[in-house]
T-cell receptor, first 115, second 114 residues
Framework: NAGVTQTPKFRILKIGQSMTLQCTQDMNHNYMYWYRQDPGMGLKLIYYSVGAGITDKGEVPNGYNVSRSTTEDFPLRLELAAPSQTSVYFC??????????????FGDGTRLSIL | QQQVKQSPQSLIVQKGGISIINCAYE??????FPWYQQFPGKGPALLIA?????SEKKEGRFTISFNKSAKQFSLHIMDSQPGDSATYFCAASMGGRRDYKLSFGAGTTVTVRA
């Protein structure tokens, strides 16, 4: 089982460029999440999805877009990269039934620098 | 603003010592409190979790203590080992909501000296 796979692992972008961070999971999880992690700030939720075709904003959605066309994939799009988007991005997934809390499974992250 | 406040930011402990990390929250609707462990270059992984109907949960050398009236919970790492050196995040969520979003603390970097 691969779990949650994120690509690329590292990327350097120029200001104004765009890119898509890929995330795929093979655990048939219905919930998926995108976080950014900045030093001393913990993890901040960018977007999340409760199932294919359904997405919603988290705490820090500005400058990002997502889509969820399949259960497995949840790509994160940066349209106009800005230095403030330099961060480590984590994708996570979980299986949630009615009224149950299940652990979120994280990928190993994408380290993104905007110069 | 941070919905879950975590302290200290970092700590150093000798091998065999006890590491203690504290978290506090304001939202009384939170009803699930997990701790995640993160090693350098890796994503966080669930370590242990507690619900507010119990005051303590122990798994091996890791114990969560929960004080509902004070809205505080803490992680104790007993007999700390060099392999425990990692960043630890507390978190909280409202299980009654459909989205089960986690609010994370800022993290504590634990260094265990041999």
């Amino acid at each position: 089982n691969a779990g949650v796979t994120q690509t690329p692992k590292f990327r350097i972008l120029k200001i104004g460029q765009s890119m898509t961070l890929q995330c795929t999971q093979d655990m048939n999880h219905n919930y998926m999440y995108w976080y950014r992690q900045d030093p001393g700030m913990g993890l901040k939720l960018i977007y999340y999805s409760v199932g294919a075709g359904i997405t919603d904003k988290g705490e820090v959605p500005n400058g990002y877009n997502v889509s969820r066309s399949t259960t497995e994939d949840f790509p994160l799009r940066l349209e106009l990269a800005a230095p403030s988007q330099t961060s480590v991005y984590f994708c996570a997934s979980s299986y949630l039934g009615q009224g149950a809390n299940q652990p979120q499974h994280f990928g190993d992250g994408t380290r993104l620098s905007i110069l | 603003q941070q919905q879950v406040k975590q302290s200290p930011q970092s700590l150093i402990v000798q091998k065999g010592g006890i590491s203690i990390i504290n978290c506090a929250y304001e939202n009384t609707a939170f009803d699930y409190f997990p701790w995640y462990q993160q090693f350098p270059g890796k994503g966080p992984a669930l370590l242990i979790a507690i619900r507010p109907d119990v005051s303590e949960k122990k798994e091996g050398r890791f114990t969560i203590s929960f004080n509902k009236s004070a809205k505080q919970f803490s992680l104790h790492i007993m007999d700390s080992q060099p392999g425990d050196s990692a960043t630890y995040f507390c978190a909280a969520s409202m299980g009654g909501r459909r989205d089960y979003k986690l609010s994370f603390g800022a993290g504590t970097t634990v260094t265990v000296r041999a």
